[in-house]
């Protein structure tokens, strides 16, 4: 079993403050664990934080329950992962295969940055609640 370095976890509302927050427990996880090469720590930033404002911007209430969101972070000595959750959601729409769309387009991009910025991206959907799995193993 491989140790946990450091962790970090965030809850709340699916709103813009989220993004902000979940950025702080990034650059804190970061200040404390300066071992964490600059390139594994810049690409995990990126898709962690863009996958946080995908669940702001995109996500859909199942139900008169508030969206909300929660973000878990965990360093170990090869790996960083990141699980983040929408509760109370409705499933994503569209597909989860990450895609470039057409050149002129505003959107769609996501997951295929997200995709491109880490080793592996799963994702999962029980009762009301999405989630997404993030890992980056690192280029020691």
């Known amino acids: ?7 970090r976890s965030y809850r709340g509302l699916a709103t813009e403050s989220a993004v902000d ?16 090469q600059d390139m594994d720590q810049m690409t995990f930033t990126t898709a962690v934080i863009e996958s946080t404002s995908n669940i702001v911007k995109h996500a859909e209430p199942a139900g008169e329950d508030p969206l909300e969101i929660s973000v878990d972070l965990e360093v170990r000595p090869s ?3 990141a699980r983040l959750s929408a509760y109370h959601a409705k499933p994503p729409y569209g597909s989860m295969e990450p895609r470039t769309p057409d050149q002129d ?3 769609g991009r996501g997951l295929a ?3 491109a910025l880490v080793t592996t991206v799963t994702f999962e959907r029980q009762d009301a609640t ?3 799995v993030l890992s980056r193993t690192s280029q020691d």
């Open 1 to 7: 079993m491989t140790d946990i370095l450091a962790s």
């Open 21 to 36: 927050a979940v950025h702080n427990e990034l650059d804190s996880l970061w200040g404390e664990l300066p071992l964490v």
């Open 79 to 81: 790996q960083l992962r």
């Open 105 to 107: 387009a505003e959107s």
């Open 113 to 115: 940055l997200i995709q």
């Open 130 to 132: 999405n989630t997404w």
